[in-house]
């Protein structure tokens, strides 16, 4: 079935710092992968899709490029906020099969 | 607002008891997935359904249930309640199985 790995965390960025965190996803065909956010306390929201290969996804100064060749998704931000700070989970869907979620990685943006 | 409704928002229960909670999906969306969240496990698929019939299962204990009706809403029934059952419950849907998944808030299921 799908599978997605992405970084452990939590990782910690000061203020207006370069994000990058990693995802690689493992599916069948042709999947549409995807990064949602959960911010303290709430569900989660998506904050970026991408449906087929080069396609970049952006959003709210987020971005990830769908690399087939890497079967990457890598989320970045040229300079988080504090108010960026969140769990963050890379995901992959194909076909009629579940949204499988990678384990989430935890940002933490200090002034 | 996601138009994912989850209730209850909040559940305290005993150990051994038997809990229903239920998810009403966004206006059109056939499919609907469960979630849980704890603390130490992250995000684990429970099941996943589709237009009233199961197409995905996950971590699911055999003391959790769930189905979905044919008003395409769902229902995950979790019995003999443990402390370890302690966790946010998720339910998202959308509206085929590859396309994204909007979530509900949540329900917040203490067992004590």
């Known amino acids: 079935g799908d599978s997605v790995t992405q970084m452990e965390g939590p990782v910690t960025l000061s203020e207006e710092a370069f994000l990058t965190i990693n995802c690689t996803y493992t599916?069948?065909?042709?999947?549409?992968l995807f990064w949602y956010v959960q911010y303290p306390g709430e569900g989660l929201q998506l904050l970026l899709k991408?449906?087929?290969?080069?396609d970049k996804g952006s959003n709210k100064g987020f971005e990830a490029t769908y690399r087939k060749e890497t079967t990457s998704f890598h989320l970045e931000k040229g300079s988080v906020q504090v108010s960026d700070s969140a769990v963050y989970f890379c995901?992959?869907?194909?076909?009629?099969?579940?949204?499988?979620f990678g384990t989430g990685t935890k940002l933490q943006v200090i002034p | 607002d996601s138009g994912v409704t989850q209730t209850p928002k909040h559940l305290i229960t005993a150990t051994g008891q038997r809990v229903t909670l239920r998810c009403s999906p966004r206006?059109?969306?056939?499919?609907v997935y469960w979630y849980q969240q704890s603390l130490d496990q992250g995000l684990q698929f429970l099941i996943q359904?589709?237009?009233?019939?199961?197409?995905a299962k996950g971590n699911i204990l055999e003391r959790f249930s769930a189905q979905q009706f044919p008003d395409l809403h769902s229902e995950l029934n979790l019995s003999s309640l443990e402390l370890g059952d302690s966790a946010l419950y998720f339910c998202?849907?959308?509206?085929?199985?590859?396309?994204?998944?909007?979530f509900g808030q949540g329900t917040r299921l203490t067992v004590v």
């Open positions: 998202a849907s959308s509206f085929q199985g590859a396309s994204e998944a909007f």
């Open positions: 599916a069948t065909g042709y999947p549409s």
């Open positions: 991408a449906t087929k290969a080069d």
């Open positions: 995901a992959v869907s194909g076909g009629y099969q579940k949204v499988t």
């Open positions: 206006s059109g969306d056939l499919s």
């Open positions: 359904y589709y237009n009233g019939e199961e197409r």
